[in-house]
């Protein structure tokens, strides 16, 4: 078959890539978005069942993007944040973010909300972006101008740069040669919805167990997703549990304040492991995402970090074709790398830290833990730069997190 030509081809059609050739293309690039599963399969309302913390940053892209005005009125606004330590202690931090900063820090958001946007604004006449799904890659060879991307089905295609969002096991990163460091957790992430009798007023709580994090997100109405870290073989048996043994290990962790509770929907189990890639860049290939960094669920920022990687490397791409550079040269892919990889590694291994000082029972380290959380409720100036941090706008932020067009 003959070979389509593009500019870029994004493979992985995820939520990281699918905002990274929405915006490409609003940007006059051409773009094909490769993705392996069908878009009706995206589409299902039980597909993945997890939610996510939407920083103030990712919903100025988001706007740029065109789909934050149609997701705003499924997303429940971050009020106040409260972390503990055990089931039924008292907070150890309290402390609302609009008193830190004059606007919301953050947004819980639904996936299928976000994947159905995503989708709607794919599928749009003016979208810009050819969107190809299913659409398995067989196999990418690299030339000194272009990638050949043979699929699977027979069809072929070629661009000047090549992508990969396509997942902490990113088949394009391995096959470009380009190694990863990282390891498990052994642990799982237990992924969930209640519904529940009393209102949550915007609380995001987040409480740590021996066996890791547990939090307990926001949704719209009398509703919330829990995000549980636990021990593997632990989380294998509560995942055998029946409905109501479920709720009930539930209940001694959330306590009375949300009264009565009820699941919502499925259970979701997902093995928790740090991967970071050596490189984001190789000639005639860039990595976001996942792909780019795999990180624990313990602050809500994979796929915040996940976005700025879309934003950072959106705005080097847009910058140099406008000044008539070949976007795939590996001298131009090295700037979203410099930009992007000390950072995100950065936040990728303080993430890891708070986990392992968190995700045990040892009585020094509890001692350790309230004093710095003590610490951070206390100082207000402390406060203002984790919540920068959690806004997506610390260090130097893109265009788009900053809500201006390329």
Known sequence: MTDRDFDIAIVGGGLVGSALALVLARAGLSVALLDRVAAETRAAPDFDGRAYAVALGSSRLLAVAGLWARLAPQAQE???????????????????????????VGWIVEDHHLRLALLEALAAPEAGATHLAPAAVASVDYAPGAARIA?????????????????????LAA?????????????????????????????????????????????????SAIVWSEEAGRAAALMRLGEDAYLAELRRRIGPRLGRLALIGRRWAYPLDLTLAERYAAPRLALVGDAAHGVHPIAGQ??????????????????????????????????????????AGCLALGMDALNRLFSNASGALSVLRQAGLAAVGASP??????????????GEVPRLMRGEPL
């Open 151 to 171: 699929l699977e089905d027979g069809r072929a295609i070629t661009a000047r740069l090549a992508v990969a969002a396509d997942g902490r096991r990113s088949a």
């Open 381 to 394: 100036a402390l406060g203002r730069a984790l919540m920068r941090e959690a806004e997506g706008l610390a």
């Open 78 to 104: 971050i009020r106040d944040i409260e972390v503990g330590e055990g089931a039924g202690s008292p907070a150890l931090l309290h402390f609302d973010p609009r008193g830190l900063v004059e606007r919301p």
């Open 302 to 343: 994979g796929m915040n970090m996940g976005l700025r990687d879309v934003a950072a490397l959106a705005e080097v791409l847009v910058e140099a074709a406008r000044r008539g550079e070949d976007i795939g040269a590996i001298d131009v892919l090295r700037r979203y790398e410099a930009w992007r990889r000390f950072d």
């Open 175 to 223: 096959a470009a040669g380009i190694g990863r460091i990282g390891w498990s957790y052994a642990q799982t992430g237990l992924v969930a919805a209640v519904a529940h009798e009393a209102e949550h007023g915007g609380l995001a709580h987040q409480s740590f167990f021996p066996g890791g994090p547990f939090a307990v997100l926001p949704l719209t109405g009398r509703r």
